[in-house]
T-cell receptor, first 113, second 110 residues
Framework: DGGITQSPKYLFRKEGQNVTLSCEQN?????MYWYRQDPGQGLRLIYY???????QKGDIAEGYSVSREKKESFPLTVTSAQKNPTAFYLC????????????FGSGTRLTVV | GESVGLHLPTLSVQEGDNSIINCAYS??????FIWYKQESGKGPQFIID?????DKRQGQRVTVLLNKTVKHLSLQIAATQPGDSAVYFC?????????FGTGTSLTVIP
C-alpha cells in the first residue's frame, strides 16, 4: 500500500540538541511539506519542497532545516536554535499539480526535556 | 465555526443525529477547499473536497457546502456515529499553498 511514513512517533530531546524527524513516501509525489501543529492553532508551514534538491522556507522556518536528496524522503532537523520546539510535527506530500489535497503522515510528537 | 485561538470550538451531538461544522475562510481568491478529520495523536485524513466553481458536493454520509459570497464552508455529517468523534478542519488553497483552519472538536454521545 502506498503511503507516507513518519518516524519516530514520539521523540524526546534535551535542550541544546539537534534532532531529525524522518518522513518517507512511496506515493511518487513530487511535493513534500512539513507542518507544525500546536494546540488550538492551525497547521503552520515550516518548509516545503516541490522537486528533488530544492526546498523553500515556509512561514516558521527559523530553527529548522531540511534536505531533499531523494524524491521519497524529506527529513526535518529541529536545531537548538528553535526556541520552542515542543509540538506535533506533520509531514505531507502531494502530486504537485491539479486539485489534490495533501496526504499526511501520522505525525511525530517532539518533547523537549 | 473555526477561529484562531487557544481553544477549539466544540460540538457535541447525539449518535444518529446530523452534524454541521462550519469554517470561515479568508481569501476570496482561494480556488479549492478540503475538509480533514484528525483523530487524537494521528495525522489528518482527507474527507471531501470542493472546487470554487461548485457550491455543493456529496460523499458517503458527508456533504460540503461552499458559499463564496460570505466565504463560508460547511461540512455536514449524516447519522453521526461514535467513530466520527475527532477534530475537523478545513483547508483553503490560495495561490501557492494551502492554509488550514484551527478545527472544531466533534464529540458523539452514544
Amino acid at each position: 500500500d502506498g503511503g507516507i511514513t513518519q518516524s519516530p512517533k514520539y521523540l524526546f530531546r534535551k535542550e541544546g540538541q539537534n534532532v531529525t524527524l524522518s518522513c518517507e513516501q512511496n506515493l511518487n509525489h513530487d511535493a513534500m511539506y512539513w507542518y507544525r501543529q500546536d494546540p488550538g492553532q492551525g497547521l503552520r508551514l515550516i518548509y516545503y519542497s516541490q522537486i528533488v534538491n530544492d526546498f523553500q522556507k515556509g512561514d516558521i522556518a527559523e530553527g529548522y532545516s531540511v534536505s531533499r536528496e531523494k524524491k521519497e524522503s524529506f527529513p526535518l532537523t529541529v536545531t537548538s536554535a528553535q526556541k520552542n520546539p515542543t509540538a506535533f510535527y506533520l509531514c505531507a506530500s502531494a502530486p504537485g499539480q491539479g486539485n489534490y489535497g495533501y496526504t499526511f503522515g501520522s505525525g511525530t510528537r517532539l518533547t523537549v526535556v | 465555526g473555526e477561529s484562531v485561538g487557544l481553544h477549539l470550538p466544540t460540538l457535541s451531538v447525539q449518535e444518529g443525529d446530523n452534524s454541521i461544522i462550519n469554517c470561515a475562510y479568508s481569501n476570496s481568491a482561494s480556488d479549492y477547499f478540503i475538509w480533514y478529520k484528525q483523530e487524537s495523536g494521528k495525522g489528518p485524513q482527507f474527507i471531501i473536497d470542493i472546487r470554487s466553481n461548485m457550491d455543493k458536493r456529496q460523499g458517503q454520509r458527508v456533504t460540503v457546502l461552499l458559499n463564496k459570497t460570505v466565504k463560508h464552508l460547511s461540512l455536514q455529517i449524516a447519522a453521526t456515529q461514535p467513530g466520527d468523534s475527532a477534530v475537523y478542519f478545513c483547508a483553503e488553497r490560495s495561490p501557492g499553498q494551502f492554509y488550514f483552519g484551527t478545527g472544531t472538536s466533534l464529540t458523539v454521545i452514544p
